[in-house]
Structures are given as C-alpha cells and as structure tokens.
C-alpha cells in the first residue's frame, strides 16, 4: 500500500507462547454449534448474498441474488491427508419453491451442501438438492479433470439427513446418511492435497432472483483424520530477537521535512531509531530528477513543482541518508512504475509502454542494477531490495485487464490456476531479471518479493499459492513479504478474537515461508481515530490512542515470536492528525499525535529493547565487510561455528601490501566473540616437503558482535566496528550425491598439533569457495581463494593470489589479483572426508576438523 501526497490519494492483550515457541498443538475441530455465534477461531464466514448465524445449530440463508446466492462457512484448517468428516442436516425454509424445468442450459437448485474447497476455482459439493429433475443427493466438481464426469445423482427423500466425505488416498467417496445408516452414493478420483471443508446452502436458478432458502448444520465432526488446525497462540509480551527487524515505512519523508519543515519534527528519525525503529522501507519509482542532486535537500523548496519529483531515486535516497544518519538500516522497494504501484495498480513507466516480455525485463533488469548502483554511489548500505511492491496480480502493466486478457467468467483473483498460467508466470519472468540487476550491483543484499497476500481472495490459500508459484518458476528471493490487512477498507477482522487472528495470520505465514527464506510483515497500520473508516475495530483494540497503543504491543508479540517471522514494519508512522487531509484517512494511523508528540503506541517499540530470545551461531562460509563489497578484490574471512566455538580465518594484507592469513580461536558468549589475530609464518610451500609452521606474533585484538545468524559487525586492530554479512556467490541446488560440509579441513598426514597449512570451504549451490592458507617458498604466509563449480562430487578452480589491499588501521585499497599458483582439485568421498590435489603435489586425503 502505497500513498503520495503528490497525487491523488489511492489505495488498489498481552501474549504469544510463554516459552518463545509459537507451534501450538492440534486442536479438535468438532463443532456442535453451541451457543449464539459462529466460532471464528474454527470457521470463515465466506457467503456470497448470504448470512449466517448460530442459535444451537449453524444457520445458513441464502438471499435472493440473480443467478447465484450462497451462505456458506469454510474451515480455518485443512485437511492434511485421509480423512473421513460428517456433519447432520435440516432443511428449515424455502425449499418448496417451485424451479423451472430442466433443459440443455437450464437446471435449477437448491442445495445443502458439505463440500471440499482447495480455491474458488477447485472445489468439490456434495448436496442434498432440490433440483428441476426432482429430490436427490448428488456432487458437482469442478476440478478439470471431472469436467463433464460428476457422478450420477441419487433419488432421496425428506427434509433431514447427514453428509458424509471420506477420502482415502486420491479416492473420495460421497455418503447420505437418513435415521443412522449410510448410503454410498459414488466416488471421485481427487487429489491428495490439503483442503479446506466447508457447509453451504445455495441457489442456483436460470432466472433473474431465485427463491431464499435456509438450512440447518449441527454435529459437524471428523471421525479420522489429520488437520492443520492449532490451538490460538497464547498471550505473551513483545521479545525482540537480534534477527527481527522492526521499522517503519516512510515515503514523503523529503516533502514533510524539507518542503514542508512545519509538519514534522526534523529530528523524528532519530527518535524513532532511540524509540527502537531500527530499519527504514522506502519506495523508488523508475524516475530520476538530478536537479535534486545537484541542491542540499533544504533548498528543495525553491524548485518548481514536478510530480516526477516524488519517489525519485533522487527523493528516495534523500530518506536513506536522514535514516542512515540516524543510525537506521536501509530497506528500498522499487515500484518499477513511474509512480506509486500497489495491489490491483501496476502500470508501466511511459516509457515502457507496450514493450514485450522480454524488452520488459531487459529494462527492470537495467533500472535494479542503476537503482542499487546509484545508492551505492551515494554511500547508501541498502540491505534489503523488495522487487515491486504488492505485486499480487503482476507488475509493470502486465495484469489482469492491462496487458493481460481475462477470459469472461474467470475470477482471477480467486482462481490461483489462472494466475500461475497467464499473470505469474510473466511476472516470474520479470523478477528474475529485476534480481539479476540487483545482484550484479549490491551481491549482499537481500531480496524480497511483496504481495500484499493476506485477506486476499477467498481463504487463506492466495499468498501461499503465490510464493509456491515463485519458488517453482525459479525467482531468486530471500524474503517473503506480506502486508497486514488495513482497516482503511472493508475486512473481517472484527469478527476475530486477537488469538484467533493471530492463529489464522500465523498459518498464512507459516505457508509463505521457506527454508532460508523468512517471511516479514512489511506494511502494518492500525488507526487511533475512527473517523472516515470503513472497517470496524478488533474488540480487544477500539480506534483509539489506547486502543492502538494496545495492538501495536499484541502484534509484535506476536511476530517476534513466530520463528518463521522475520520483521515488521510499521506503515507511515511520522503521520499526525495535523500533516494532511487524506482519504482515506491516513493521518490518523500514524505514530504521532503532533509533530513533536508521540501516540502512546510508539512507546511500545521499546519493550525489551536489548534482549534477545536466545543466542545466535553465525553461519559457517565466507563473510565479508559490508562497506568493502564492491567488487573489488579485497580481504575478508571465513567463520566456522561448532557449539559455543568459534574459528575465524581473516585473509588480509600487511602495510607493504603483501597478502597474509590471521587466526583466531575461541569461545563465543551472548553473541561475541574476542580473541587475537595470529600469524604464522615459514610452513609448507607448494610442492615442499612438509615442515611445521611457526608462529609469528599477534595482530591485535578482534571482536565479533552477531545481530543475526548471518550479519553483524567487526571491530579489526586499530580500526572501528564495521558491518559485516555473509557473502552470496551462488544458488540453486548442489546436484551432488554428496553434501561437503562446510567449515575448516585440514591434511590428514600433516594434522599432527603442529602449525601449518590448512583451508576453509563453503558453498551455495553449485558453486564452491576454498580459501588457502598456506606459505610461500620463502616461508611468508598468505592466502588463495579458489571459485568454481561443484559437480559430481567434484570441485575444481584456480588458486588465485592477490596483493595491495587494505591492512589493518589503513585506508581502504582494492587489492590487485597476481599471479595464480595453479589448479586445486577436490574429490570429496563423503561429507567430512576427500582427495585434495595442490599444484605440484600428489593427492592427499583430507577432512573436515571437528573442534
């Protein structure tokens, strides 16, 4: 969700587990419908010209609607595998309505239905109609592979009677059961997928208004079965991980402080970063205003106006700088629009307009790679590139009703086949490009994709179909972003007690996620003024400055304590009542009561501002200092982690330029490890016989300090604390039989105690790193790094050596590559264990060092 305030406005209690987990048990589905309301932590009201209600008994309306009407629940839960689930009937009004005759387009219904629901556009019913042909049970599927083959109904009789579904395997059968006995009706060949369950009662009729017909539900219950049903996450405070981001999302920062200054408190960053705010998410759009570089943003002001101006990198990067200055890391969105883009509003520049797939991608491919190399330029650390920006239904004009036809009676938001067929399939195709550009400028950040996802389309299955639909057209991405439901515009969220929310959110998320690939709430909004809404507050939290303040604190306990949750982030939190007049009412969702005033709910951003969940272990491979990955040759470290130690190898280079190893071993506590750098010196050459090393001296003290288990930040001899991260050099799946495993290995016939000469590997993928450590002729230290492909067990590169780069406490330098010392090859024969051949050397079995 994005806002100009340029343009035209538009938009397309405490808690969580005590013990830190958010995981909680299976919870019984049974639902006896006791009591007067429906029980959201179980059911989703999802009618369509219908109501529901609960008196002892579920009780579903359908209205008079043309053509279609349906009061209908669908399940908060899936069913994971078999399953056999039943539920009991009573038709209560309507059904002795009179239908039209049967004919080839005319076949009026009414149905109450048990029916399984994998989307909109992939269902199965099973119902006890009343149709033009008379009464009977019978299914309709609408599953491509039933097209024209839905079984033969059954004649059936009186206003009484139970559903049943079984399935077993891919085989689903359909029974209706009258005065105990069950009665099988037919059989489908379905898939053997989770789905959802739901009850209904519907009209369908030929005409312009069909008849309203209510039915009863009661002891609805899964005899067998497994679900992914879990009990509400318990209620506990907000815990701050050391890898949970929390931020907010600014993008008119640079109109309010420097076009504006009276609106807002030029110092408003930095109290944000000491409220505990420690990133900033800011959008870029395709434009570049340079004039805007070529001033001090305070001068600004004296400019013409021009609506390019906003979200211009220029503009964007404006932001950065304020919130690198306040000592906030930096997150950027691209748009790939000339103005803002969010759900449902894709355009293309102007200048993109009526490009081919391939000339659409070329173009992102080239805008990422300016958009990072320009922040770079400018000193910017962006860290995270979030490739477009709530991008459900395509990006860069290529969407439903833009580029792209939709066929008539397709409900593309609700039909996930339709989407991956003809929308993400494209968009796959520009996104990989767009990370292709940010990876050859900015190779360490991470990237993240964004649709907004949540509440998106019937159920909860749009989001997770959209990244399982990423993940299979192969787009490279890091970070599965979601926005959180605004109540700026209708939602159901009053309907939901805080757990119960939590609990279907949680699901949504725990679908979206990936191994190594987190999921983050980047837009998150909650209003302390009812004015001008259209939805209605959560009980627990009135639209009031308490009432915000309160669910601020819920939702990032919340978060912080969904393992698979990796940040959130808060959506214009310098808003104030007096910044604007909006629609919709956006001032009032803001974090400010004033320009100078804080809501009580900016507060909450402290709880437990130090602490963390639990201690951290670095990631084993190869680091690298964040402000020297420009790619240039350089100097950097591999980090191997076993328990509580740690080994640091740095490869660096001496005043003279001369290359060198350091090592440091020791113990990690709270997240930091010190030691001394030591060197060593006189050990084998290449193609010598072996001689024990000797050691040389220290190099100072180093310091390791762990925000995450792949970023933190270095203090070297003589020198500040620098940024740190985990290097990427490669992806994709290794295609080995064998999983080397990363960390320190050592020779085997020269692992006697002794000083020597030992290497350190990593890989991502299918590409492997080594970094050499070892002497020369003369007996000086250094090190060579080999990078090259892993293929059948089997890795091969050149050892390449470099000099002149930065020593410690010097000024920074790009070291030179020189001359190579010739092919390594590596033939592993099992995880810990491989052949190793040095230039002018015999093979020599080598192994991982377990420490």
């Not at 990989?432 to 907004?452: E, M, Y």
């Not at 005033?597 to 690298?624: D, H, K, Y």
């Amino acid at each position: 969700m994005h806002f100009s305030i340029s343009f035209s406005r538009r938009l397309a209690t405490a808690f969580a587990l005590a013990t830190g987990l958010w995981q909680s048990p299976a919870a019984a589905v049974e639902d006896r419908f006791d009591g007067n309301a429906l029980d959201w932590c179980k059911w989703e009201d999802v009618s369509t010209s219908g109501t529901v209600r609960q008196n002892g008994e579920l009780i579903l309306t359908s209205q008079p609607a043309p053509s279609f009407g349906s009061a209908r629940v669908l399940t908060q839960y899936r069913l994971t595998g078999d399953f056999d689930m039943q539920v009991d009937y009573r038709r209560v009004a309507g059904f002795d309505a009179a239908l039209a005759p049967s004919g080839p387009t005319v076949f009026d219904q009414l149905n109450v239905a048990l029916g399984l629901h994998w989307n909109e556009s992939r269902f199965i019913q099973f119902s006890r109609s009343k149709t033009s042909g008379g009464e009977q049970v019978s299914v309709y599927s609408s599953l491509p592979a039933h097209a024209g083959q839905n079984g033969t109904p059954a004649d059936a009789s009186g206003s009484t009677g139970s559903l049943r579904l079984v399935r077993t395997g891919t085989r689903l059968a359909y029974l209706h059961g009258t005065s105990g006995n069950w009665t099988p009706v037919g059989q489908l060949e379905v898939p053997s997928t989770p789905v959802s369950a739901y009850l209904a009662a519907t009209t369908v009729v030929s005409g312009t208004s069909g008849p309203s017909i209510s039915a009863a539900f009661d002891n609805f219950k899964v005899n067998s079965g497994a679900t992914d049903q879990t009990d509400p996450p318990a209620l506990a405070p907000f815990a701050r991980r050391s890898d949970f981001l929390v931020g907010g999302v600014s993008e008119n920062w640079p109109a309010f402080r420097y076009q504006s200054s009276s609106r807002i408190d030029p110092n408003l960053l930095a109290r944000f970063r000491a409220e505990g705010m420690g990133w900033i998410r800011v959008g870029v759009t395709t434009a570049s205003v340079p004039i805007l570089d070529a001033m001090p943003p305070g001068r600004w002001n004296t400019l013409q106006y021009d609506p390019a101006t906003w979200g211009s990198r220029e503009y964007a990067a404006a932001t950065l700088q304020d919130a690198a200055a306040a000592g906030m890391r930096l997150y950027a969105y691209l748009y790939f629009s000339d103005r803002a883009a969010n759900w449902g509003n894709q355009k293309a520049p102007a200048a993109w307009a009526g490009k081919s797939v391939q000339e659409t991608a070329q173009l992102m491919e080239q805008h990422a790679f300016d958009t990072a190399s320009y922040f770079k330029s400018r000193g910017l650390n962006v860290e995270i590139y979030e490739l477009g920006n709530e991008t459900d239904l395509g990006m860069a004009g290529f969407e439903p009703g833009g580029r792209i036809s939709v066929p008539s009676g397709v409900d593309f938001v609700n039909n996930h086949e339709w989407l991956r067929d003809n929308v993400w399939n494209i968009q796959a195709e520009l996104l990989k490009a767009a990370a292709r550009g940010i990876r050859r400028a900015a190779p360490q950040a991470r990237i993240a994709l964004h649709p907004a996802g949540v509440e998106v389309g019937v159920g909860t299955g749009f989001a997770p179909a959209f990244y399982a639909a990423m993940r299979d057209f192969g787009v490279d991405y890091d970070i599965a972003a979601l926005s959180h439901p605004y109540a700026y515009f209708d939602w159901k969220l009053h309907r939901y007690s805080t757990m119960c929310w939590f609990k279907r959110l949680g699901q949504i998320v725990d679908r979206v996620a990936s191994p190594g690939r987190p999921a983050m709430l980047v837009e998150v909004s909650y209003p302390h003024d009812p004015r001008g809404l259209r939805a209605q507050p959560m009980a627990d939290f009135p639209f009031t400055p308490a009432g915000q303040s309160g669910w601020l604190l819920a939702q990032l306990g919340f978060a912080s304590r969904h393992p698979a949750l990796a940040g959130w982030f808060y959506f214009y939190p310098e808003f104030h009542p007096a910044i604007g007049s909006y629609d919709p009412p956006l001032d009032y969702g803001g974090l400010m009561a004033s320009s100078s005033a804080a809501q009580p709910a900016l507060s909450q951003l402290r709880a437990n501002l130090e602490s963390s969940l639990a201690p951290l272990q670095p990631q084993t491979g190869v680091w690298g200092i964040d402000a020297e990955l420009n790619g240039q040759p350089g100097r950097g470290f591999q980090l191997a982690a076993s328990g509580n130690n740690l080994v640091l190898s740095f490869y660096g280079y001496e005043p003279n330029g001369a290359a060198r190893f350091w090592l440091a071993v020791g113990p990690m506590a709270d997240n930091l490890f010190s030691g001394t750098l030591l060197a060593y010196d006189g050990g084998t050459a290449f193609g010598d016989n072996y001689k024990p090393a000797r050691f040389s001296g220290p190099a100072g003290a180093v310091q390791l300090r762990f925000t995450s288990s792949t970023e933190g930040e270095i203090t070297l001899p003589g020198e500040a604390p620098k940024r740190i991260s985990r290097v990427r050099f490669g992806s994709g799946g290794t295609g080995n039989a064998i999983t080397p495993r990363r960390g320190v290995w050592s020779i085997d016939v020269e692992t006697n105690g002794q000083p020597g000469r030992g290497f350190q590997l990593d890989h991502q993928g299918s590409t492997m790193a080594l970094s050499f450590y070892g002497y020369t002729a003369s007996g000086a230290s250094r090190f060579w790094l080999a990078l090259g492909s892993l293929a059948d067990n089997r890795f091969g590169g050149e050892l390449e050596s470099y000099d002149g780069g930065t020593a410690f406490a010097g000024a920074y330098r790009p070291a030179q590559r020189g001359a190579s010392a010739g092919p390594v090859t590596l033939v592993f024969t099992g995880e810990r264990t491989g052949i190793l051949t040095l230039p002018g050397e015999a093979p020599k079995a080598v192994s991982l060092l377990e420490f």
